[in-house]
């Protein structure tokens, strides 16, 4: 019988290494709670449909926990934020 490949059988002496996205540290202090806490009641209330507002939110979120070292920081475009919303400013837009 072997004794590798028994779950929990020995020590595990290699370091461990974070995932690239999709996984951060938790929140532990509440940092970015009250952003978190307003995009789900907004998902609760447009009925799990990612409106406008909710998408708002979500970025707010994300931002606030960059901000705070939760996650790494990165372009929102990278995290599925296309800039759809044009800068507000008197310009023509053919220009």
Same mark, same amino acid.
């Given at each position: 019988? &072997? &004794? ?10 290699? =370091? ?14 509440g940092e970015c709670t009250d952003v978190m806490k ?5 998902? =609760? ?5 990612n409106i406008e507002e ?18 790494? =920081?990165?372009?929102? =475009? ?13 310009? &023509?837009?053919?220009?």
């Amino acid at each position: 019988m &072997s &004794s590798f490949g028994s779950p929990g059988s020995g020590t595990y002496s290699g =370091k461990p290494t974070p995932p690239q996205r999709g996984s951060f540290p938790l929140d532990h202090d509440g940092e970015c709670t009250d952003v978190m806490k307003k995009y789900l009641t907004c998902l =609760k209330n447009g009925k799990g449909i990612n409106i406008e507002e909710c998408r708002s939110l979500s970025k707010s979120y994300l931002l606030c926990r960059m901000d705070r070292n939760l996650m790494a =920081k990165d372009d929102m =475009k990278n995290l599925g934020f296309a800039d759809s919303n044009p800068p507000s400013n008197t310009e &023509s837009p053919g220009r």
